[in-house]
């Protein structure tokens, strides 16, 4: 089992940058698949971004590819999300997620066993 808590969110400029991490406890860190959504009022939880157990390989969704950056350490039992470029329509509740259950890439939400408590992330024009 493994606990997460999301720190970072914050308000910002349009074009401005934000850094997520992603803080878990519990055992065996680097068995677990990682990945960030996000979620805005009335709507489904949408993919952004993942990384395997390794952190050898990352995948995104187009809506963020080349703006934003996921990374893992783990030593420091840590998952980042690095957003660069940040538009308003990024506005949203951000939260990662664990799957032990899962190898490789993980986007679907429903693969998903272990989530934060999520970060709220405002981008104003």
């Known amino acids: 089992q493994v606990q997460l808590v999301e720190s970072g969110g914050g308000l910002v400029q349009a074009g401005g940058s934000l850094r997520l991490s992603c803080a878990a406890s519990?055992?065996?860190?680097?068995?677990?698949?990682m990945g960030w959504f996000r979620q805005a009022p009335g709507k489904e939880r949408e993919f952004v971004a993942a990384?395997?157990?390794?952190?050898?390989?990352?995948f995104y969704a187009d809506s963020v590819k080349g703006r934003f950056t996921i990374s893992r350490d783990n030593v420091k039992t840590m998952v980042s999300l690095q957003m660069n470029s940040l538009k308003p329509e990024d506005t949203d509740v951000y939260y990662c997620?664990?799957?032990?259950?899962?190898?490789?890439?993980?986007?679907?939400?429903?693969?998903?066993?272990?989530w934060g408590q999520g970060t709220q992330v405002t981008v104003s024009s």
């Open positions: 519990g055992r065996a860190f680097s068995s677990y698949a």
């Open positions: 997620a664990a799957t032990g259950s899962h190898y490789g890439l993980v986007i679907n939400r429903n693969e998903y066993d272990y």
């Open positions: 990384i395997t157990r390794s952190g050898g390989s990352t």
